[in-house]
């Protein structure tokens, strides 16, 4: 089975622009979950979608924001980028069925702010 | 919210001797606990996980366990070899029924030496 897939797998952007960020989850796995690591705060949680639908958020601004598609990939999309959200973006899924299924995570993609 | 806390933050031991990190939580109602593996520039990867159900889980030089009254879990790495070098981080989630969200830990940087 094909792991988690996350493209680009590096950008780099000025401040002020957005970006998109992608996410294929495992076949099969219908949550995808985002997080920001970067070396001072570690991993942050971000979001989780399950079928097509946000069912968590984390402590991030509205400049953050997803979606979901029907087969199950997923979007990450950051507005007006700022100094500060340069970071690895990973993604990773689980089956989403019942409690707290083991999340498998994607190689991410690093994202640098000019 | 959820707080994990981990430590040490780093640890270096030789081969072949044992390694322990340890994590607290703050949510009595965290259920599932899962440690991941993040060498250099790859993905964090699941090498174990426990259920509050559970006390101990043991998967060949690795253990796991739990203690819910002190709300508290340790990563037990026995015969460790130079591959167990990497950051290991440890998180708790809740399923509140319809979501789950896993906080991590700020991570541990293992180091073996030969």
């Known amino acids: 089975k094909a792991g988690v897939t996350q493209t680009p797998r590096y950008l780099i952007k000025t401040r002020g622009q957005q970006v998109t960020l992608s996410c294929s989850p495992i076949s099969g796995h219908r949550s995808v979950s985002w997080y920001q690591q970067t070396p001072g705060q570690g991993l942050q949680f971000l979001f989780e979608y399950f079928s097509e639908t946000q069912r968590n958020k984390g402590n991030f601004p509205g400049r953050f924001s997803g979606r979901q598609f029907s087969n199950s990939r997923s979007e990450m999309n950051v507005s007006t980028l700022e100094l500060g959200d340069s970071a690895l973006y990973l993604c990773a899924s689980s089956t989403g069925q019942g409690s707290n299924q083991p999340q498998h995570f994607g190689d991410g993609t690093r994202l640098s702010i000019l | 919210g959820e707080n994990v806390e981990q430590h040490p933050s780093t640890l270096s031991v030789q081969e072949g001797d044992s390694a322990v990190i340890k994590c607290t939580y703050s949510?009595?109602?965290?259920?599932?606990f899962p440690w991941y593996k993040q060498e250099l520039g790859k993905r964090p990867q699941l090498i174990i996980d426990?259920?509050?159900?559970?006390g101990e889980k043991k998967d060949q030089r690795i253990a796991v366990t739990l203690n819910k009254t002190a709300k508290h879990f340790s990563l037990h790495i026995t015969e460790t070899q130079p591959e167990d070098s990497a950051v290991y981080f440890c998180a708790a989630s809740i399923w509140t029924g319809t979501a789950s969200k896993l906080t991590f830990g700020t991570g541990t940087r293992l180091q073996v030496t030969l």
């Open positions: 426990i259920r509050s159900n559970v």
């Open positions: 949510d009595s109602a965290s259920n599932y």
